[in-house]
């Protein structure tokens, strides 16, 4: 079956954080405007998009800057929910596909929707010899967060095929290292993955991570 190329009224949770595709990401949800709206999409197998925030807050308050959206975000896939308590969800989910929003619009109990455009995944693209040393520096990195880490955001290795792709590399480095949101959105959206490893390598060249083991970045999670 064929997938669809564009989605109308899908869902939008925006965040202070950017999803890539094949990114995992943990949520805590308790604002009653995502509640319903994730308990939907679990029961029916349908995805929502996650969007990073221009601004605005993840949580209403009252007296914040209204929320305002970048326009490319990635679908995500629960993997996971559980509800501890009643009024509170933990939800473990995958980015799957990005897309562009041609339209949005907020409804009356806060929850923004979209139609969206469908954007193609990234090619595979094989690393450059210029550019090994950045992926042998994540896979150094992995190692290290698999084997100290009990979530399950780290509790899977990637294969040899990951390791060799410009995209995925690309995309695992600038989930960890501690870049400002507006960069990390800049980059999920560029079409090249090409593009972006080299991108990416020059910030690990000055940070000097990408010649020699740093330290294993940090993993936060979002709540709601």
């Excluded at 604002?31 to 679990?42: A, F, G």
């Excluded at 907020?106 to 923004?112: C, E, N, Y």
């Excluded at 950045?134 to 509790?155: G, I, K, Y």
């Excluded at 060249?205 to 979002?222: F, K, V």
Aim: glycine content about 8%; proline content about 8%; some cysteine.
């Amino acid at each position: 079956m064929t997938a669809p190329t564009a989605l109308h009224s899908l869902p939008l949770f925006p965040l202070g954080s950017v999803l890539f595709p094949q990114g995992l990401l943990s949520l805590r949800v308790f604002e009653v405007r995502y509640l319903d709206m994730i308990r939907k999409c679990e029961r029916t197998g349908a995805p929502f998009g996650v969007v990073a925030l221009q601004a605005g807050s993840e949580v209403r308050k009252a007296g914040a800057a209204a929320e305002q959206l970048h326009a490319v975000g990635t679908l995500a896939r629960i993997v996971q929910l559980q509800q501890p308590q009643p009024g509170l969800l933990h939800l473990q989910c995958e980015g799957t596909q990005r897309f562009r929003m041609q339209e949005h619009r907020q409804l009356p109990h806060g929850l923004w929707v979209a139609d969206v455009q469908m954007l193609p995944a990234d090619a595979a693209v094989p690393i450059p010899g210029h550019l090994l040393a950045t992926a042998q520096a994540l896979a150094q990195v992995l190692m290290q967060l698999h084997a100290r880490s009990t979530d399950a955001d780290h509790a899977r290795l990637p294969s040899a095929e990951q390791m060799g792709d410009c995209g995925w590399v690309a995309n695992r480095w600038t989930e960890l290292l501690p870049m400002p949101v507006s960069i990390k959105q800049q980059l999920m959206a560029l079409d090249s993955p090409l593009v972006r490893l080299e991108l990416v390598a020059d910030v690990l060249e000055r940070s000097g991570i990408g010649h020699a083991q740093g330290p294993a970045p940090g993993s936060p999670s979002a709540g709601h």
